[in-house]
């Protein structure tokens, strides 16, 4: 699983890792527009939660013209499901990469060990320098590569088909640089680390969607490095909550974060309950691969161990701040209150990741279900059900995903056993990202 940033330290020819924040390698920050060449690089793309099945679909696009660049699907290579994309020799701009799911995907659950759905409406994103080379390149695409891609302001609702509508903020170089540094940031890596990570571009050491047991990462440095957080970031999911699902509640606070560059997105990870018990598990990932012959960055995984107190939050936390509903039910207490000494009224707490978000766009619900003895646990989606007051300003699909459709307020009420609770959700006036003018569309 990777990300990195590419500081003028790295060579092009390193051009390998998580996330990168390109400034030697010749990639300024301009598109690229339309081939002039039919020579051909390969991109060979390796989607990452755990590894990915075979059929998993990955296209790569311009991110000035919108363009599609190349596409392919996944086949297993050394264990991990792996595209190959042909993208022309000549193509010099900042590329944008899509991983969408399929009705029989999958990817490896990395608590479990087992294979779980990676369906059509799940996707992964990344935002790569300047791709333009003679050389053919591995990467890889990951939760965190679509952290920064959503600093960006680009997000699955920015694709249609086989086309992308670029954000109306124009990516370059500059901008890139700083949404991986925001990203690196909140795991304590900084400038200084990159050249131990090479978050951007590396081809991620995970375990592939067929392993059985957890045995040592087969990697060495920066490969290495990362994927020991990835791995143990996968591990700190939620227990209820789908691996893809912690992806994009994620991104859906970094883009939160390129609306409203004052949302502080530590606070707003930690305080929506998205990352459990990082520190533990982290721990237990790094001593599982940690021997005499590792290369691992012990000071680099030390620093990850710090930040996440910061970023990692128990079960017993309560919800985040915009879009927090109380529930009521039998035994009317409110959502988030304990009226008696010992006695505490079950309820349900609704959490949104952007209460006001523009037409085109889409935010995720969490619900956390409180008991009577204070303990506190993700509700899965499977076990909900959502329903919008408003279709034309707000839909909802199964999976808690809301779709932003034309400007309004409204609620989304969701019911979980005997109990109800809501978010309410604005979708202000205005001209929008991809062309959207705040008409309801289907």
Known sequence: MGFAVLMKVFSCVSLIGLFALMTSCGGGGGGGGSPTTTSNITLAVTPAL?????????????SQTGAQLGVATTTIVDGLGTANIPLPASYKGIAVIKVNGCSTC??????TMQPASFGEADSLLAVLPSVSSSQDRSVGVSALTSMAAAKLGVTPTNFYGSSFSPPVTQITATSLNAAVSTVLD??????????????????PVVYGVNSKAEDKLSGTGSS?????????????TPVGTPLIKQSSSLSQVLYQS???????????????NLISDFSSKLNEVKQKNLDASSSLDTSLIAKVEQASKTISSSSSSSSSSSGSGSGSGSGSGSGTSGNSSSQITPSLIATVANSNISAGLSTQIQVVYKSNDGTSSVVPTSSLTYTSSNLKVLTVTKSGLVNAMGPGQASIVINYQDKNVSVDITVPNGVY?????GQAYN
Do not use: W
């Open 106 to 111: 999958s990817y490896l659950d990395e608590r």
């Open 50 to 62: 755990g590894g990915v099945s075979a059929g998993v679909n990955v296209a790569a696009f311009d």
């Open 433 to 437: 990202p991809n062309g959207f003018s």
């Open 186 to 203: 909140v795991f304590g890596i900084s400038s200084n680390d990159s050249s131990n990570v090479d978050l951007m571009f590396s081809k």
């Open 258 to 272: 390129f609306q409203d560059p004052s949302v502080n997105v530590k606070t707003n990870i930690a305080s929506g």
């Open 224 to 236: 290495l490095n990362i994927g020991v957080l990835l791995t143990a970031l996968a591990k700190s």
